[in-house]
């Protein structure tokens, strides 16, 4: 009786063993598969400076090409006044992609793009 | 008393002239000379015992390539081997360049625009030449964004070239704004403890004050430092990444 209980025990302890063996290999496989992004700890620190200045900047640089076009072509101002409203816009979308996770990849990123890549793709900024 | 800005001064050590253009030895060609040559030596002397088990210095070297080899890997993916050199080099330049700007008396390189400029210009302009011989025509698909109302393309067009063009600005903008605000304000702050100091009586016990703000200051410069270093080369790689990968 005692015997039985014993080995029983053992039995269970064993099995569970190996679950915990099999768990580490599947999470260390995960692990090995995906490589680290070089993360920094505070990446959050990173996106946040950058937020601020992709609105201003998009701003001065649709202000700067639309002076350059003006001098060039004698339109003063028509060419700045459009393109520092383009480039404001410009800037809003450029905040929106960072902060959305589509980094500053040009063109519209549609769903069916997002699904054809590889999920590991997508995760790491 | 000395302005907070006298710090950002260029100063001509040796006066060169060539084909009527100054190209000055200055303090800042100095101190990109010795981030060059001192992130040289410790990457060599580092590296020198190539020990299977590192030492101290051996690791600290591994480490900086493996955080930049990970980098370039995550994001650029197995494409991108043949530009990690190029990418190693400009994360350790720059991280060297905003280190040695720490230590009191030197002269920080990357809080000049020109400097940080000419480093995204090369980036923009070498990362478009990818995308050109890469692609071909095929390159200026980018600017085109897939699935928008028809009507919309031409303004559609105009804002992508516009953010495009915002890149080597934002780039060479955040690296330098950053290390002028940072380095200004650590000056203030030493100005203030030198004023106070000179007031006499109870003031001078308060300069304690802004000379323990020194510190905390002087820690989070570091950590601006590395994270600057660390941000512009991050983005150099997505750069590339979109360069080499067409959407």
């Not at chain 1, 190996?18 to 999470?27: F, T, W």
């Not at chain 2, 020990?51 to 995550?74: N, T």
């Not at chain 2, 030493?190 to 004023?195: P, R």
């Not at chain 2, 200051?217 to 941000?231: F, I, P, S």
Request: a neutral charge; proline letters at 4%.
């Amino acid at each position: 009786m005692i015997l039985g209980d014993n080995s029983n025990h053992r039995q269970d302890g064993n099995s569970s063993l190996a679950d915990r063996i099999k768990q580490a290999e599947q999470s260390a496989k995960g692990r090995i598969d995906k490589p680290p992004a070089g993360h920094m700890p505070v990446a959050g620190l990173a996106l946040a400076g950058r937020v601020a200045l992709e609105l201003v900047a998009g701003v001065v640089v649709g202000g700067f090409l639309g002076w350059m076009l003006d001098r060039w072509l004698g339109t003063t101002p028509g060419f700045m006044l459009g393109l520092f409203f383009l480039g404001a816009a410009a800037g809003m979308m450029n905040v929106w992609r960072l902060v959305t996770g589509r980094n500053m990849k040009a063109g519209y990123f549609e769903e069916h793009r997002d699904a054809d890549k590889d999920p590991d793709e997508k995760g790491n900024r | 008393m000395h302005s907070p800005v006298e710090q950002f001064t260029i100063k001509t050590l040796f006066a060169l002239n060539l084909l009527g253009f100054d190209i000055s030895f200055t303090n800042s060609s100095l101190f990109m000379l010795l981030a060059v040559v001192l992130s040289t030596l410790f990457l060599v002397l580092a590296m020198r015992p190539a020990a299977l088990v590192p030492g101290r210095l051996q690791g600290a070297a591994e480490m900086m390539y493996e955080f930049v080899a990970d980098m370039v890997r995550a994001n650029v993916g197995s494409e991108g081997r043949p530009y990690f050199p190029f990418v190693f080099t400009l994360f350790v330049f720059i991280l060297f360049s905003n280190m040695l700007g720490l230590i009191p008396y030197s002269y920080t390189t990357t809080s000049q625009i020109v400097v940080t400029f000419v480093l995204a210009a090369v980036i923009f302009i070498g990362v478009t030449l990818i995308g050109l011989i890469k692609h071909g025509l095929h390159f200026f698909s980018f600017f085109v964004p897939s699935g928008a109302p028809k009507a919309l393309i031409p303004f559609l067009v105009v804002i992508e070239v516009i953010s495009y063009f915002v890149r080597p600005v934002s780039l060479s903008v955040r690296l330098f704004a950053n290390m002028l605000a940072g380095h200004t304000m650590l000056k203030v702050f030493a100005g203030l403890a030198v004023m106070l100091t000179g007031a006499g009586g109870i003031f001078a016990v308060g300069s304690v004050l802004p000379l323990a703000a020194i510190i905390g200051l002087t820690g989070l410069e570091m950590l601006v430092a590395a994270l600057q270093a660390y941000v512009f080369t991050i983005l150099t790689c997505m750069y590339l990444n979109d360069a080499l990968h067409l959407h």
